[in-house]
């Protein structure tokens, strides 16, 4: 038999189990090297060696200072800063919604996080105001996913790793246009959903407040302009600039925002860690995967097989794109992105797409995975956040994947929506 079967095929035997991904990947990573004979100890070679990387420092900081931002006040503010930008609008929460979850994804670089902090102030929000529960959960959800396509986002790094060493600071700025796209492509969403089924608008605060509201806000934000405007401009690596996150959201929420004590960040820290430990296992373990992959030139192999199937980089992409979004729907980001990496990227360079516009179609691919059942995490998040059932929010997901669909096809074949911030400042 065939190793390749054997990787393959044990992997998808372990994962339809119910094994957990992370052990999936070890697990026929060990037992294919035993069955081509090599000595155990490559294996462990292999996941150590993927986490031997001086960049991987960034994605712990990142995730801590994510988790600082969630517990230290910076959700709350973002989104009462977006409640006065559109909440004067018809439908204006569930805009409001949309903005907030732009802007808290440019500072926390998570989906996840991004549900579990303004989750919880938004979704009962807007139940008070007279929108649907279902609607409310499908809209926390899938406006989340701009958390790992605009920077920072840790994934990017992950991305840049698995690519072979892709400038994380074009990545950075490459995700801002399509991360703001499926903002606005929700808004519209949202808007067309509010006036059918009337929800309300909401009244702009006083002015002395607006003004309160727009420094704090401005001042949450402007983490994420310190961090991408530093590696962009080359004062700081994306390393260094994870570590500057963390202390300027320390600042903030201890001195500024004043809601943490010191106390604190001890279980924030101990938090971040059990995250940070199941992302590096999963990286290490889909390292090793990702190795026997590449040296049973599966790549190879279904780069050729694709290509012999059709030489149109249109329908190429297409079916690209397709396979990403049932991957997406099966696993979880860090893993396919490891794994899906060396084996697509060759195919689409092939078809003429730069590895930086293929990182943003990537993630934007497994963020729509992230909506979807059976094992979309951001799903399962917001149903627990909105307490409400997978089935309900699935079917009010529907109306928002159009948007999402529309945007990574525009991405996928319209490059400059990729390669034009990168290209403009970092020349």
């Known amino acids: 038999m065939s190793p390749a079967i054997v990787l393959i095929g044990l992997?998808?035997?372990?994962?339809?189990?119910?094994?957990?991904?992370?052990?999936?990947?070890?697990?026929?990573?060990?037992?294919?090297?035993?069955?081509?004979?090599?000595?155990?100890?490559?294996?462990?070679?292999?996941?150590?060696?993927?986490?031997?990387?001086?960049?991987?420092?960034?994605?712990?900081?990142?995730?801590?200072?994510?988790?600082?931002?969630?517990?230290?006040?910076?959700?709350?503010?973002?989104?009462?800063?977006?409640?006065?930008?559109?909440?004067?609008?018809?439908?204006?929460?569930?805009?409001?919604?949309?903005?907030?979850?732009?802007?808290?994804?440019?500072?926390?670089?998570?989906?996840?996080?991004?549900?579990?902090?303004?989750?919880?102030?938004?979704?009962?929000?807007?139940?008070?105001?007279?929108?649907?529960n279902e609607f409310s959960t499908a809209l926390t959800v899938a406006s989340a996913t701009q958390g790992i396509i605009i920077p920072p986002s840790h994934n990017m790094i992950i991305y840049a790793m698995a690519a072979g060493g892709v400038s994380v600071?074009?990545?950075?700025?490459?995700?801002?246009?399509?991360?703001?796209?499926?903002?606005?492509?929700?808004?519209?969403?949202?808007?067309?959903?509010?006036?059918?089924?009337?929800?309300?608008?909401?009244?702009?605060?006083?002015?002395?407040?607006?003004?309160?509201?727009?420094?704090?806000?401005?001042?949450?934000?402007?983490?994420?302009?310190?961090?991408?405007?530093?590696?962009?401009?080359?004062?700081?690596?994306?390393?260094?600039?994870?570590?500057?996150?963390?202390?300027?959201?320390?600042?903030?929420?201890?001195?500024?925002?004043?809601?943490?004590?010191?106390?604190?960040?001890?279980?924030?820290?101990?938090?971040?860690?059990?995250t940070i430990s199941t992302v590096l296992f999963l990286i290490a373990s889909a390292s090793a995967f990702a190795w026997l992959l590449t040296r049973l030139q599966v790549p190879t192999m279904i780069m050729r097989s694709m290509l012999s199937f059709t030489s149109n980089p249109v329908i190429l992409l297409l079916l690209i794109n397709v396979l990403l979004v049932i991957l997406g729907m099966l696993m979880d980001v860090a893993p396919l992105i490891v794994i899906t990496t060396p084996i697509l990227l060759p195919v689409v360079t092939a078809a003429g797409m730069s590895p930086v516009t293929f990182g943003i179609v990537l993630l934007l691919n497994l963020g729509i995975g992230l909506t979807t059942p059976p094992v979309g995490t951001g799903l399962f998040v917001g149903c627990s956040v909105g307490h409400t059932t997978v089935e309900k929010t699935t079917r009010a997901m529907v109306a928002f994947w159009p948007a999402m669909i529309i945007v990574l096809l525009l991405t996928t074949f319209i490059p400059a929506l990729t390669n034009f911030l990168p290209s403009l400042i970092m020349k």
Not at 223 to 235: L, S
Request: hydrophobic residues 55%; glycine residues 10%.
């Open 11 to 132: 992997f998808l035997v372990l994962a339809f189990a119910g094994v957990p991904i992370a052990f999936c990947l070890a697990v026929s990573s060990v037992v294919t090297t035993w069955y081509m004979g090599f000595p155990a100890v490559v294996t462990a070679q292999r996941i150590a060696t993927g986490l031997q990387s001086f960049p991987l420092i960034a994605i712990p900081l990142f995730v801590l200072a994510g988790s600082i931002m969630a517990k230290g006040g910076v959700a709350r503010r973002i989104v009462d800063f977006a409640y006065i930008i559109v909440g004067p609008f018809r439908g204006g929460l569930a805009m409001v919604n949309c903005i907030q979850s732009m802007l808290f994804g440019g500072v926390s670089g998570s989906a996840i996080a991004d549900i579990s902090s303004t989750g919880p102030i938004m979704i009962p929000m807007m139940k008070q105001k007279g929108y649907d």
């Open 169 to 274: 600071g074009q990545l950075f700025l490459a995700g801002y246009i399509p991360g703001i796209m499926i903002g606005i492509g929700l808004m519209i969403t949202s808007f067309i959903i509010a006036v059918k089924r009337g929800y309300p608008r909401e009244k702009r605060p006083p002015f002395h407040d607006c003004i309160r509201i727009t420094v704090d806000g401005i001042l949450a934000v402007l983490a994420a302009v310190i961090i991408v405007g530093g590696i962009a401009f080359g004062i700081f690596t994306a390393t260094e600039a994870s570590a500057i996150a963390v202390v300027y959201a320390a600042f903030l929420g201890l001195f500024v925002y004043k809601e943490l004590k010191f106390r604190d960040l001890w279980p924030i820290l101990v938090e971040s860690v059990k």
